[in-house]
Nanobody, 125 residues
Framework: VQLQASGGGLVQAGGSLRLSCVAS????????VAWFRQSPGKEREFVAV????????IYSDSVKGRFTMSRDNAKNTVYLQMNSLNTEDTAVYHC???????????????????WGQGTQVTVSS
């Protein structure tokens, strides 16, 4: 499956952005999709994941309550609505997908076989 992320940009602290990840090439509904982010000098960090069913996304503690992930299988797209952004959210955001994940590996970047290019999110103070 090929993934294309978009929606990043420059926003002031407290603002919002919505990222999109469009998939092509395979049956999208068979894949769990996650967002990871990476800022300079830091390791790639899990942000959120949504299962194939679309129910009950899982969020990292750092974004819980501020970010909402959803998916539209008819459009082969997942979304990450990011509210109350702060400077620590500045990073390149990547979407990733895999069809073989189990609960214990959902947060692990190594478990995902398919990755999109990143989209830069910059939050200014």
């Amino acid at each position: 499956v090929q993934l294309q992320a978009s929606g990043g940009g420059l926003v002031q602290a407290g603002g919002s952005l919505r990222l999109s990840c469009v998939a092509s090439g395979r049956t999208f509904s068979n894949y769990a999709v996650a967002w990871f982010r990476q800022s300079p000098g830091k390791e790639r960090e899990f942000v959120a994941v949504i299962r194939r069913s679309g129910h009950t996304p899982i969020y990292s503690d750092s974004v819980k309550g501020r970010f909402t992930m959803s998916r539209d299988n008819a459009k082969n797209t997942v979304y990450l609505q990011m509210n109350s952004l702060n400077t620590e959210d500045t990073a390149v955001y990547h979407c990733a997908a895999d069809s073989r994940l189990i609960s214990s590996t959902l947060r692990s970047a190594d478990a995902y076989d398919y990755w999109g290019q990143g989209t830069q999110v910059t939050v200014s103070s």
